[in-house]
Nanobody, 126 residues
């Protein structure tokens, strides 16, 4: 079992920046993929970005490309989401998740992920 703890959420003005962090309780499998999802009120949980633990290859949902950057710190079993030029539509609860074994094709459905954090609220004011 892996516990995930997110931090860094808060209130930010449109056009501003925020950095989210997710710390895992223990090292994940080298083949694993760690990801960020978000869920706005009344909407389904959606994929935002992912990073392969081995090698650090990154993947992004189209609406955040060029604005968000996912990164990892293997020594701290942590991933981060640097959110720049945020927009009101980025307002959501942001969740960290782990796909234990990864796949050749990055998985973007929440049901494909094994472990989840409790979420951190991000609110972007216009």
């Amino acid at each position: 079992q892996v516990q995930l703890v997110e931090s860094g959420g808060g209130l930010v003005q449109s056009g501003g920046s925020l950095r989210l962090a997710c710390a895992a309780s223990r090292p994940t499998f080298s083949s694993s993929v760690m990801a960020w999802f978000h869920q706005a009120p009344g909407k389904e949980r959606e994929f935002v970005a992912a990073i392969r633990w081995n090698g650090g290859t990154t993947y992004y949902e189209d609406s955040v490309k060029g604005r968000f950057t996912i990164s990892r710190d293997t020594a701290k079993n942590s991933i981060f989401l640097q959110m720049n030029t945020v927009k009101p539509e980025d307002t959501a609860v942001y969740y960290c998740a782990v796909d234990r074994f990864g796949a050749i094709q990055i998985r973007t459905r929440p049901r494909d992920y094994d472990y989840w954090g409790q979420g951190t609220q991000v609110t972007v004011s216009s």
